[in-house]
């Protein structure tokens, strides 16, 4: 159980102690949920074939336990990827409001298992307290863009410590007038800056529709993060950045950064071969493509241009780059976007061309 609440921690000791970052173990953490989620099942299950439910169900110690279960089993099974992404917020209140039930369930059950049970109630704690002394309340103004589509800019020179980022981490915003109790991630879209830290958030059902279809220019939002660990392009000749409609999220600082002269990249900027697939021309008024920036800003319009042969336009750059050539390919987008540019770094690899491949995913 400690292994698992430490696993799954955002702010927790794993990532202050190892710098790791959360998405790459939280990777073992559905592993060992599953793990420990399946042994409590088979636990009683097993159980019940010595001692009969109406037995159990009498003795206060095994009682708890078959609470206990129950909510593992109800996290077991909303966690399942179609069933967690169809009912999001249900699964956040089984995985938060569970285990605050399942903790003192477990403590009452047997003796041995409450320096456990301990353990990981701390290790929880400790999570949610770091979060909450993490979370800043800002103001922020809303422009619509086309798409369905709205930029939430968070001014963040008013808040109460200064809010660094790196390009590609993301944060978690919370609007209480939308929605109440909800936390939603999403990736940075500027670039590293005193002032403003933008998001671009595309309508889906539930807070982002509000948010689109709410009228107030501004909003109070409280936000906490940045979390993440995106990849750097130290050593790269090229760095390729793909974007699909919203994955511009990702490009569009990136590409600012790695062609600054101030910034991460300044002692030795990789060039920068930027595409961005939108389905109209009006989506480029998303971010500001200035030419200032030293970025090629490609926008390629699907309803004027048809589809991109992606697998041919990263080969060629690729290609482009010279023999021997250090090259990143990292893509934010649609999963055909996704698979064509990966299918082409492996082809890439398989003739002896240094490629390393990145995908960004709006998704765990
Ligand atoms: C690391 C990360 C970065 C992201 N960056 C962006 C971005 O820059 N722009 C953008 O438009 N979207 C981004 N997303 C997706 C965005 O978080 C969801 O679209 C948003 O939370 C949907 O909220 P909703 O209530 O409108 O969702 P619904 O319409 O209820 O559901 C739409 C989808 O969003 C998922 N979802 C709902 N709530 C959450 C949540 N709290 N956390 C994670 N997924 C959720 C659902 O499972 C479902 O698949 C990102 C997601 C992640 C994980």
């Not at 995106?230 to 511009?248: H, K, M, N």
């Not at 480029?284 to 048809?306: H, I």
Request: glycine fraction near 6%.
């Amino acid at each position: 159980m400690p292994i698992l609440f430490l696993l799954g921690a955002k702010t927790g000791l794993l990532v202050q102690w190892t710098g790791w970052s959360h998405e790459g173990y939280n990777i073992l953490h559905r592993h060992v949920g599953r793990v420990v989620c399946t042994a409590a099942v088979l636990h009683v299950f097993f159980y019940s074939l010595a001692c009969p439910i109406e037995v159990m169900v009498h003795v206060t110690t095994i009682f708890v336990a078959l609470l206990a279960v129950i909510g593992f089993f109800l996290i077991l099974i909303s966690s399942i990827a179609p069933l967690r992404a169809k009912t999001y917020e249900l699964f956040l209140l089984l995985h938060v409001y569970g285990v605050v039930a399942i903790l003192p369930l477990l403590y009452f059950h047997f003796e041995r298992v409450r320096p456990y049970v301990i353990t990981s109630a701390v290790i929880f704690l400790w999570d949610r307290i770091n979060r909450f002394r993490n979370a800043q309340h800002v103001i922020a103004h809303t422009t619509i863009l086309s798409g369905n589509t709205v930029k939430l800019s968070l001014n963040v020179n008013s808040t109460t410590r200064e809010i660094h980022w790196k390009t590609g981490q993301y944060v978690y915003v919370s609007i209480s007038s939308l929605a109440k109790q909800q936390a939603h991630p999403f990736t940075i879209a500027s670039a590293p800056n005193p002032n403003t830290l933008d998001l671009i958030i595309r309508a889906r059902k539930g807070f982002s529709k509000s948010l689109f279809l709410s009228e107030a220019p501004e909003h109070k939002v409280t936000f906490h993060g940045p979390y993440g660990s995106p990849p750097t392009f130290e050593g790269c000749d090229r760095v390729i950045l793909l974007a699909g409609g919203a994955g511009i999220s990702y490009a569009y600082p990136e590409a600012i950064e790695l062609a600054s002269s101030t910034g991460h990249y300044a002692a030795a900027n990789p060039e920068v071969d930027f595409l961005w697939v939108v389905p109209s021309r009006d989506f480029s008024s998303w971010v500001d493509l200035k030419e200032d920036y030293n970025v090629d800003f490609k926008v390629w319009v699907t309803a004027e241009q048809g589809r991109p042969d992606i697998k041919k336009y990263v080969k060629d750059s690729i290609i482009a780059a010279g023999p021997g050539a250090r090259v990143a390919v990292a893509v934010c987008g649609p999963a055909p976007l996704v698979r064509d540019s990966r299918n082409a770094c492996s082809e890439m690899l398989w003739e002896g061309n240094n490629v390393v491949f990145y995908s960004e995913n709006f998704g765990w």
